[in-house]
């Protein structure tokens, strides 16, 4: 399951997977992100935040996750790995590659401080 928690007056959303990821997961995320980009025509951030990485439960999952990155790496601003899994790192170092959002890496328990980075200007 993936916990969406959406921010709407600091357009931030925190995504947190309990367990591998699902496909209905993502078609979940888009029904509550994508009314509030239609509206705000941004989000300033998005923290993805899991201790370790879960996986994805199936290939269709992963299919459904990279769609989801496709469709919306251009309309987020910044994106917050917060996490302790290696995931973590490589995707500060190699996501800015792939996405239009400026990447950056926390530790689990620094959300707050992601929080601040995508607030700050």
């Known amino acids: ?3 969406i928690t959406l921010d709407k007056e600091e357009a931030i959303v925190t995504l947190e997977p309990d367990g591998p990821l699902k496909e ?11 009314p509030f ?5 941004k989000l300033s951030g998005l ?10 439960d199936d290939f269709s999952a992963l299919a459904e996750h990279l769609k989801f990155i496709k469709n919306h790496h251009k309309k987020v601003k910044k994106l917050a790995f917060v996490t302790d899994s290696p995931i973590g790192i490589f995707a500060e170092k190699i996501g800015s590659h792939f996405v239009a959002a400026e990447v950056k890496e926390f530790p689990y328990a620094q959300r707050k401080e ?5 607030l700050t200007k």
């Open 114 to 118: 992601a929080r601040e980075w995508i």
């Open 1 to 3: 399951m993936l916990s």
């Open 47 to 56: 923290i993805i935040a899991a201790e370790s990485f879960p996986g994805w």
């Open 24 to 34: 209905e997961d993502f078609e979940t995320a888009v029904k509550v992100i994508d």
């Open 37 to 41: 980009i239609a509206e705000h025509g």
